[in-house]
């Protein structure tokens, strides 16, 4: 499944209107001076991100977005009317490229944020400008300019609701593969997933959702380590987070990786620390039949974190864990 929709498109600012050669003709007064008017400005394309889309569907239907073009000058120094800006509402979460570089332009992450597009064409100057004491009749004006074109790729990260995070080898993939029908490579040594993958969740009675594997998050990731931070963009909009723990080292160790992690978060944007977050104690299998959790479950209680403990391999807390997160979906909803 493809982490992100992309979608190329045209926008073309309008010209600038030209500006008026003319002359003040009035009763008795035969030689009137220039009295052309300016162009107007040609409209300006700009995007605006707007959470009420979801998707680039429509690109697919529309590529071609243009504003009007100034009117020209007239006579009477009247100058043109400006032309309309035409506003483009893109999804909250657009990356806006360069179509021949790539180069990302701008990120239009929240409600309301606007890039300038293509701009309007300059109007051109009436012929008043022109008179100087020499020729005081111009039969002079300038040409409105042109108004930008340019095309853009747009790309979308895909929403996911639930993003899954946790150390290399902690068994995200693994979780992944058992909550979906996705079906990601699993390897018992770290970095074996290099890219977000996504999966279905589906569980009766309530409508599917989207969880993203968030791979290659590591202590110093803020500083490029493991896959940096590359991937946490991808993040910032899933409504909960799912923190995947290997429970099968010592209890301190366990703590240690949850709290790594959660710096790496804060790191890279510090709300995302507050987000909903679900800790997943994995690997219980691996423990010894008599191992307590619950001095540890109160701990993250403690720090106000929801704990479940699992097995992704055998499937052990799955099912309570699909009906959890569903829960938790619904709420966020209402
Ligand atoms: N015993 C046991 N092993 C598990 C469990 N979950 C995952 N594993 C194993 O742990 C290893 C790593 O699992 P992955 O699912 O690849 O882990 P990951 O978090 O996706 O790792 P990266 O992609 O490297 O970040 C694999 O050998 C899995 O079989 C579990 O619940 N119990
Ligand atoms: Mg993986």
Not at 174 to 190: E, F, I, M
Request: proline share 5%; hydrophobic share 35%; glycine share 12%.
């Amino acid at each position: 499944m493809a982490f992100v929709d992309e979608a190329k498109f045209y926008v073309k600012a309008g010209d600038g209107g030209n500006g008026c050669v003319s002359f003040r003709r009035e009763k008795f007064v035969p030689n009137g001076g220039p009295d052309g008017g300016d162009g107007g400005r040609g409209g300006s394309v700009y995007l605006e991100a707007s959470s009420r889309l979801t998707s680039l569907l429509d690109f697919k239907y529309r590529s071609h977005f243009k504003a009007t073009g100034g009117r020209s000058g007239q006579g009477n120094r009247k100058h043109g009317k400006k032309g309309d800006d035409s506003v483009v509402i893109v999804p909250c979460g657009s990356l806006i490229k360069d179509v021949d570089t790539g180069e990302v332009l701008v990120d239009l992450i929240e409600e309301g944020q606007r890039f300038l597009a293509a701009s309007g064409g300059a109007g051109g100057n009436g012929n008043v400008h022109y008179a100087t004491a020499q020729n005081r009749a111009p039969r002079l004006a300038s040409k409105g300019k042109i108004g930008e074109e340019k095309w853009y790729l747009i790309e979308l990260k895909l929403l996911a609701d639930i993003g899954l995070i946790g150390l290399p080898n902690a068994g995200k993939s693994t979780l992944l593969s058992k909550l979906s029908s996705a079906n990601p490579k699993v390897a018992p040594y770290p970095f074996t997933t290099l890219e977000p993958q996504l999966g279905v969740l589906n569980y009766p009675e309530y409508p599917p959702c989207i969880i993203a594997d968030i791979p290659g998050l590591i202590e110093g990731a803020h500083d490029g380590a493991g896959l940096g931070h590359q991937f946490l963009r991808h993040v910032e909009r899933t409504r909960i987070l799912v923190h995947v723990i290997d429970v099968s080292g010592p209890p301190d160790n366990v703590l240690n990786d949850f709290h790594v992690l959660n710096e790496e978060l804060r790191q890279y944007r510090e709300e995302l620390v507050d987000r909903r977050q679900l800790v997943l104690l994995n690997k219980t299998d691996l423990l010894a039949e008599e191992t307590d959790l619950s001095p540890l479950c109160e701990e993250f209680s403690r720090e106000g974190r929801e704990v479940l403990s699992i097995s992704a391999l055998t499937g052990t807390g799955l099912d309570p864990l699909r009906k959890r997160l569903m829960e938790i979906l619904e709420d966020d909803r209402t």
